[in-house]
Structures are given as structure tokens and as C-alpha cells.
């Protein structure tokens, strides 16, 4: 039990400094707000506008808040830089590192205790774990929860998935525009983030399987009247989490990452967690690395029937059983120590939970596809490793020679993607490249090319793609992403021209091109124009161009990775 709060710090004494701190901040609190009995909590809050997918978080934080004055403690909002996936530009992976420097220095600058992270839109959730391993005071994520299922002319749409299905339609011939921008104003029925599962859905997932929200939260649909209940529930157990001093190093160990990576997998999670689980280790000091993703992810069957790499949406899951349902049929593939917020193991929650549709909750004899963890690929188009989710994938791809295509940006390939000229067949491997952390910059969800259109007409629907991108969490198809070094860092990506054989074999984890190390060692002293690469001169692009690292360290700021713990370095007056 914790006798002594950090907040007393501010509050505690006689003096003029402590006058300062509770004089400005008594605003008709109750009398005994600031006088060491009651922990100090911000609410890290990312509702904005901007961000529709967290819009709802204000009244969330109003639960969380009655929650932490129930059990004692005072609640403070602190709103926070709030990164709308699908509205910002060039991509919000750009800001993820900024809402988490950010969040970090402000929860160590403030006279604070605890903290509770409402996050949901695709990087809320990653930048404050990121945030609050770095400080390390106690705190516990509230996910804002998916929205419950749109539907067009009687059929579920889902978020993500659906555009990009929907829109090679319109591209191939299928589906006219018209019809197409009439789904438009169905598929976002709710408040709420992306109901399928995409990076929000799936960061959600993370975060309670490293522990890190109450058991059962994750996947509460946003409009369900038990998110605020728990969010009741959050509140209280914050207090709770101060006074036994629980810090996210006590809760996010090695093995919780592990739990994290099975999980993922065992939901046909998005490979963005990927970027952000190493992130978040980095923070922690925790030697977390591709390899364990690898090893970690294999043997474990994708268990959850949802878009983008099955048929349901989120709303049914949590009916079939929810996220703990389905982690109860794969309890053995998880490490039985690491505990949760609660301070019990995330195990003692899987007992007795039965699965009400095993139609959306696979039997475990029966899953969507039986060894599908995100698989890391190495040879030397990608020498530290490049990423591809099988489950999203077409099977018969997965082992794959065709000669390359390449595209040396995003417009690039714009430009020549429709062209009738382009040389190429669904046997070809479409090349992109500038598209990592440093050359767009922000490493933006490019990785799914679209299929040519000639190829489209004729009825193919998949290719292989490579890339230094990534790619949203909601798309698919046989994409492998991540690939690094970027080429804008020197990657040999940089160097594969168009015409040169690649050989993809998912099973053996290999990536190549069929070009001689002789050759690419010419190669590399002619490199392509340096244009296509991003050179911002100032502000937070050129800051985060200098220091971001690679995709395969989790793209932090070189700087940033580590944690300073909460001690403050000097008084204020
Ligand atoms: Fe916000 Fe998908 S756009 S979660
Ligand atoms: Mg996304």
C-alpha cells in the first residue's frame, strides 16, 4: 500500500510553492481534494471532433470520472493530440510518435498519480502506451469500442474492408460509381471506431491481452451501455491501481507481449500492431523483436471469423462471446503469469466463458485457417525483415515467382497503375518503394496497391505486392509490407528494378530477388533520384525524418525509446 502520493509533491506542506499549486487548482473541488488522501488521475482523453471515431470519448470520460470520485480519487481531464485515421495527411502514423512525446511529458510535468488512457481511432491507443510506459505511473486504457454494423441493400458493410472491395468493383466493371457512393452514408451507423477488424479493433484486442484494460472490455461496441459501465468500472479500479502502486512495467512484461502477439493472431489481427507493440516494448525497455513475432504467432489458428480476413464485424463478436470467449479456446497458447490491471493473470479470466455463435468464434477444430500468425520474410529485398498476414492472403500465393514491377512513389504508381501499357500480368510482383517511416515520411497505408485495371477486367483480384508501406488494417490481399531498410534508408528495395525476378515462399519466410549481390553492389551506386524521397527543412516532419528509425524496431524516435520514469527535473517558482 502506498502511503505517499507523487501529487504530494505539489500539494504536500506550508510553503508558497505548495500554496501555488492548490490555490489554482481548487476550483470547488471538495475541501480534502488536495490533501494527500485522495490519488491525483488524468484522463488522457483523445475525443476531438476531428477524430470521429473517439467524438464519443467525452462522455466516456464523464463515467471514468464518477468512477474515480466514487473510489476516492480526483479526476482531471487532459485532453490530448488526437489523430483521426482517415482525415489527416499525409498519414496519422506521422503524429503517433508526437501524441506520444507529448502525453509523456505532460503526464510526468503534472501533478498526477495515475492516469487512464481513452484511446480508440487507430493510434490513440499505441501513442499513450507509448506515453505511459515511458513515465511508468499507474494506468489502465479505457478502448472506446468498435460501432455496431452498418448495412446497404440488406447485407453488413464493414468499415475499411468494404471500400476497398467495393471500389475494385467500380474499377473492374462490376459496380457502378452511383451505386457505389450510395453505400457511403451507410457503413458509419454509430459512434464508435472501425468495426471490423482493423488496427483500432485489433489495438483494442492488444491492449487488454498485454493487461492493460479490464478483462472484457475490449470489442464493448461503442454505443453498448456496458462501455460506460465500464468505464464506471475503470475509474474506480484506477484508484485502486495508485494506492498498490501497479505500474504498466508490473503488467506489460516480455510474456505479456507474447500473450499480445497470440492474440493478435488468433483474432486475423492487423499487422500495424506489429509497429506498435515494438514500440510500446521499446519504451519499456523490453527486448521484444520481429523473431518473437514470428515464433510466437506460429501454430496459433485464426479463430475469429471477422472482416477483413473472414465474414462477421465486430457487434458479432462480442454477442458470440466477446474477446475473452474467444481467448478462452486458446488458453494454452497463452503464458499463464503476466497479470492484469487487476493485479490477477489474464488466464483466471478464461474460465467458464462459452461461446454463444461458433459461427463468429471458430471451434477450435475448425478455425478460418489454422497456423496464420503475422509472418516475418527475410532475403535481399528485405535483409531486417518484411511482414506479411497470411490470413488476409490468397493461399496460393503464398509461394510465389513473377518478375517485378516497380514504382518509385505513390504517385508513381498512380500515374501508371491504369496505364494499358504497363507490362504487366498477374504473375508480376508489384514494387513500391519510398513509401517507409523516412521517405514519405510517416510510413502512410499504401502497401495494398490496386490491382491494374486490365487485370481487374479479367477477373483477377489479388497479386502479389512489396512495399515499404504498410497497409490499413481493414484491407487485404497477398501484401507484404514493412519491408527494412526502407528503401529511402539504403534498404536494397531501393535497387530492384523492373523485370527482376522476386521469389516469395511464405513457408520457408523467404523474400528475393534473383539478382547477385555483385550486381546489386552496382546497383546501389547509381540510386534512383532522390526526389521521391521526403527532405522536409523544418518543424515536426524534418524532426521526425532525422530520428525515425526502422519498421522493423517499431518506427519510434531514436530518441524516445526508453522511459525517463515520472520524477520531474526542477521546481517551477
Ligand atoms: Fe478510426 Fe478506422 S478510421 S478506427
Ligand atoms: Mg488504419
Redo the contacts with the bound molecule.
Sequence with gaps: MVNRLRSDDWYEGADRNAYIHRAWMRRGNPDDALDGSRPQIAIANTASDLT??NAHLDEVAESVKAGIWAAGGVPYNLPVVSL???QVKPTAMLWRNMAAMAMEEMFRANPIDGVVLLG???KTIPALLMAASSVDIPAIVVPGGPMITGHFRGEALG??TDVWRLSEEVRAGTLSNEQFLRSESSMIRSKG??NTM???STMAVVAEALGMTIPGFAGTPAPDARLLSMSHDTGRLIVEMIRSDRKPSDIMTKDAFLNAIVAVAAVGGSTNSVVHLLAIAGRLGIDLTLDDFDAAGAGVPVMANLQPSGRFLMDDLYRAGGVLGLLAQIKDMLKPAPITVTGVPLVEYLDDRPVYDDTVILPRDAPLMEDAGITVLRGNLAPRGALIKPAAATPELLQHTGPAVVFDSIEDMRDRIDDPALDVTADSVLVLRGCGPRGYPGMPEVGNMPIPKRLLEQGVRDMVRISDARMSG?AYGTVILHAAPEAAAGGPLAFVRTGDIITIDVESRTLNMAVSDEELQSRSQSPISEAAYAAPVRGWEKLYVDHVMQADTGADLDFLVGGSGSKVSRESH
Aim: charged share 10%; aromatic share 0%; with cysteine.
Design positions: 470521429p471515431c483521426g485515421e482517415t480508440g481511432c487507430d468499415c475499411g471506431h472501425c482493423g488496427t483500432a481493414t
